[in-house]
């Protein structure tokens, strides 16, 4: 069910990244405007746009990526 490979550890490393599809990549642009931070510097998202009815997103920080997941009972985790 999941494309995760386990043992490698080489999905950590930027460079081997997939390249996001050109459909997602155009649509995520266009569809939805850059939210600005509050006065504090903080950016709000739901999560119904940032997870867009996905139950796992990505998130590339510097030469890692981050897994954020729906939990069976709503809640979230995030991995390294």
Request: aromatic share 4%.
């Amino acid at each position: 069910m999941s494309s995760h490979q386990s043992g490698s550890g080489s999905d950590r490393e930027f460079g081997s990244a997939p390249a996001p599809s050109p459909r997602l990549a155009a649509s995520s642009d266009a569809a939805r405007p850059s939210l600005p931070a509050d006065s504090d510097g903080i950016r709000y998202v739901t999560s119904s746009d940032l997870f867009a009815g996905a139950r796992e997103v990505v998130i590339q920080h510097e030469r890692h990526r981050y897994r954020l997941k729906i939990t069976s009972k709503g809640g979230m985790i995030l991995n390294k």
